[in-house]
């Protein structure tokens, strides 16, 4: 899979300050029945700082949204934390930008190519109220 596309989530969860990504994992392959975790990657406080966590690899096909087809065609990354409740965190918001700008000039997605999920999917809030997407995306 070459991706065309990123699609931006958050978990809708506290985050723990440990590492949560094993539990959305675990959640995604025991409850869901998912071979692996849906989103290719995670951004999360780890141990008082933000990290990029991985889940699929990057040529496998996503479980992250469905509409469109976009699960073959983009990658997830999910930002770990409730954006409905408040804005995410600065360190994580700048991690971010310099993450998805690196896919973007490796995989040559273009910047109207960055989607929230929320942005395809009327019932999702992905990746939160809070997250300012047309912000986000003047920033790369």
Excluded at 8 to 17: A, G
Excluded at 39 to 64: C, F, K, P, T, W
Excluded at 113 to 125: A, F, M, T, V
Aim: proline share 4%.
């Amino acid at each position: 899979m070459t991706p065309k596309f990123i699609i931006l989530h958050h978990s809708l969860t506290k985050d723990s300050e440990t590492v949560s990504w094993q539990t959305i994992r675990r959640y995604h392959i025991n409850d869901l029945k998912w071979r692996d975790v849906g989103y290719h990657y995670g951004i999360e406080l780890v141990n008082g700082q933000h990290e990029i966590l991985v889940g699929r690899m990057q040529n496998d096909s996503g479980a992250h949204c469905k509409q469109m087809g976009m699960n073959r065609q983009s990658l997830g990354i999910c930002f770990v934390g409730n954006f409905d409740d408040g804005k995410p965190p600065h360190e994580m918001w700048v991690l971010g930008l310099r993450f998805v700008r690196g896919l973007m000039d490796i995989y040559q997605i273009p910047r109207q190519n960055i989607k929230g999920h929320r942005e395809l999917c009327d019932y999702k809030s992905c990746p939160g109220f809070y997250f300012d997407l047309n912000k986000f995306r003047s920033q790369l």
